[in-house]
């Protein structure tokens, strides 16, 4: 790669970021997620134990709450609001990215200039992975400030591992939105069909899945709780982190996860890449 | 479908004209490189640009169809992007300010582009496409949506770029005034067909005459009468002396005149053309 190609790059990512920073959609976004951030800081902080005596038999007497079930609970409750954040910012920043630009005309700008198509295409990727980074890590950094407030000590290393799952699902996301967003023409449509699409290919891919790793000829009946089970594992990042039992999943069922993951992000940067620069013309 | 053989080779300004769907607009992406999937090949200095883009790219500045542009930036960020594409590590803020101040919206370098006008935002597309001064300039209706002031800075932009260095300068528009006052030569799009290539040569001006309808046109004397429709037509008048002729013979010869238009050579062209009556 040549320093052009990585100004080039540098140059239109810093631009595409600060028209989306002023954007109204970074607008809504930031105070929806910072909205969420709040109401899960005023309900972690108030009423944490509350929560946790749901998870426990009602015959059992509390007399103490060990840490550890309260860190469990605490990351099962904002990782399971975590898992709709990415494909939120996503589809306000991804999935209109590209189909905006050309209803636009604005794409022209950049195709009559000394860049190829390439270089446009992974500055919209950069730009829009940020933007996302940015609005879903607001409310990592308050479940960040939130945990030292309560537990008064830095989480424990599976954190670590929880913010790159985060990363990673934010890159399959915008990458999928993204890959949406060179199909259709009408960037009003794409927000809800990202979601559509992405749910219904997630959900597909999880039960052709789910149908390999079982005989039975009615699992989508019987395995229905499996299924649901498995689509989550692999698309979200609490449960490739924790598992719905509160006990963490082994290091195996995370790979794979992460293999799927990284799966979906190659699938989805093939059909942006093709579609987008396979088209003869712009419009 | 656009049939065009070896056409801009020479440094001047070409205006494109020709009705809707003519095939103009497209004929500008693929000079530009806009559009990578058509039958022959866009030469920028004997450089295939579909095969070598951004070294072709280096050399032309265009404004094609119509952009929104970028709602949430103003304008002084978007010279700054065009600025570095165009000439990297060398952009300068006082060269983006020296840009603004020439498209007169240097007042209004901090405001939103969502909040310009049309108009504004059309002067600085234009900017866009002429910064780092590129070699070859293609401007596609760059006077749509502009008001008198707009199209005389746009005048007096296309005569500074002119007389700047030479330069070849391609410009479709609806606008066949502005183009028969700026080109140098004309070229009439039919249906993506070239219908005729006109060169233009100093000032001037048709006055078309509405007259009776047995008006003959040998009245008018020496004065040439290319055009002439059931009553029309078309005197061609380049010079004080011969406008000042012009009004005395149709006082001595007391011709009745309903009505007169005064149009370029481009607007009767395309009026011959298009069988405009």
Avoid at chain 1, 123 to 147: G, M, T
Wanted: hydrophobic residues 45%; proline residues 3%.
């Amino acid at each position: 790669m040549s320093y052009n190609t990585i100004w080039n790059i540098r140059s239109m990512a810093i631009f595409f970021l600060k028209n989306y920073r002023k954007s109204n959609a970074f607008k809504y976004i930031f105070s929806l997620f910072l909205f969420i951030s709040l109401l899960m800081a005023t309900l972690s902080i108030f009423f944490l134990r509350s929560i946790v005596n749901e998870f426990i038999p009602n015959s059992i007497k509390i007399v103490h709450y060990p840490t550890p079930i309260l860190e469990d609970i605490y990351n099962f409750a904002w990782g399971s609001i975590a898992i709709y954040l990415p494909v939120l910012a996503a589809s306000f920043f991804g999935s209109t990215s590209i189909s905006s630009d050309i209803e636009s005309k604005n794409i022209y700008h950049f195709m009559t200039m000394p860049v190829s198509k390439e270089e446009y295409l992974l500055s919209k990727v950069l730009s829009c992975y940020i933007a996302s980074i940015l609005s879903v890590f607001l409310f990592v950094a308050v479940q960040f400030i939130v945990y030292l407030i309560i537990f008064k000590s830095l989480p424990n290393i599976s954190f670590v591992n929880y913010i790159f799952v985060v990363l990673l699902i934010i890159l399959t996301d915008t990458i999928g939105a993204m890959a949406f967003s060179s199909i259709v023409k009408k960037g009003s449509y794409s927000p809800v069909g990202f979601i559509v699409v992405f749910l219904l290919i997630t959900n597909i891919v999880s039960l052709i899945i789910s149908g390999m790793t079982s005989l039975d000829g009615g699992f989508i009946i019987t395995n229905a709780q499996r299924v649901a089970y498995l689509i989550f594992l692999n698309v979200d990042p609490y449960f490739m982190v924790y598992t719905g039992s509160l006990s963490g999943i082994s290091l195996n069922a995370e790979l794979l996860s992460i293999y799927i993951q990284i799966g979906y992000t190659v699938v989805f940067s093939f059909i942006l890449y093709s579609v987008f620069l396979r088209r003869g013309e712009i419009s | 479908m656009i049939n065009i053989p070896n056409l801009f080779m020479e440094n001047s300004i070409i205006g494109i004209v020709g009705p809707n769907g003519s095939g103009k607009s497209t004929l500008l992406k693929i000079i530009s490189g806009c559009i990578d999937d058509f039958k022959g090949s866009s030469l920028v200095d004997g450089i295939n640009i579909v095969e070598n883009h951004k070294d072709c790219a280096r050399k032309i500045g265009a404004l094609i169809e119509n952009p929104w542009l970028y709602s949430y930036v103003n304008s002084y960020e978007m010279l700054e992007i065009a600025h570095k594409l165009r000439k990297g590590e060398k952009c300068i803020g006082e060269e983006i300010e020296e840009d603004l101040k020439s498209l007169g919206l240097l007042h209004k370098k901090n405001v939103p582009l969502r909040d310009l006008s049309s108009g504004e935002k059309k002067r600085l597309s234009i900017g866009l496409a002429v910064t780092g001064s590129p070699d070859i300039i293609i401007l596609d209706e760059p006077t749509d949506n502009m008001d008198a002031v707009g199209v005389d800075m746009f005048e007096n932009l296309i005569n500074r770029l002119k007389n700047e260095r030479e330069r070849l300068i391609i410009i479709t528009s609806h606008d066949l005034d502005i183009i028969g006052k700026i080109c140098d030569r004309i070229i009439f799009l039919v249906g993506g067909e070239i219908r005729k290539d006109l060169e233009l040569e100093g000032g001037g001006y048709y006055f078309i005459l509405h007259t009776d309808e047995n008006f003959k046109p040998e009245i008018m004397g020496d004065f040439s009468t290319e055009y002439s429709d059931k009553g029309k037509i078309a005197v061609w008048i380049d010079n004080e002396e011969k406008l000042n002729k012009f009004f005395r013979i149709i006082s001595e010869k007391r011709i009745r005149i309903k009505n007169i238009e005064k149009i370029t050579r481009a607007e009767l062209e395309y009026k011959k053309i298009m069988g405009s009556k």
